[in-house]
């Protein structure tokens, strides 16, 4: 789903500013009091709030842990993947630098599509 499309079915474009800008204000909030350092934390106290809010705007269905199964050898579980009619979208949160799990994760995103028919 398109940001216009956000803008125009969730209550216009200064409401969807505002939001953002909560959620921006409460993950700084987060930063500040919470030892990032595991991924749980980062899961739990960053990552989360932020998909739920996209969920929400969005209209998606969330799912967490999402397992995926291609072959014997390419299987694994998603973090995160939010899922419309028209799109989805896979997160991981696996470290603090998170160029090393586009990698690992690269195989099964491409293969989502195959899986849900």
């Known amino acids: 789903m398109s940001l216009s499309k956000v803008r125009c079915d969730r209550g216009g474009k200064a409401d969807l500013t ?3 800008t909560a959620l921006r204000q409460r993950v700084q909030a987060t930063a500040a009091r919470v030892n990032l350092a595991s991924e749980a934390a980062r899961r739990e106290a960053l990552i989360f709030p932020v998909l739920f809010e996209v969920a929400e705007l969005t209209g998606a269905q969330m799912e967490i842990e999402y397992a995926v199964e291609v072959n014997r050898y390419l ?9 419309t009619s028209q799109n989805a979208v896979v997160v991981e949160a696996k470290n603090a630098d998170l160029v090393h799990g ?14 849900d028919g």
Do not use: A
Request: charged share 35%.
């Open 75 to 83: 299987r694994g579980e998603l973090d995160y993947l939010l899922r």
């Open 18 to 20: 505002r939001k953002i």
């Open 102 to 115: 586009f990698i690992p994760i690269g195989g099964r995103t491409g293969r989502l599509r195959s899986l």
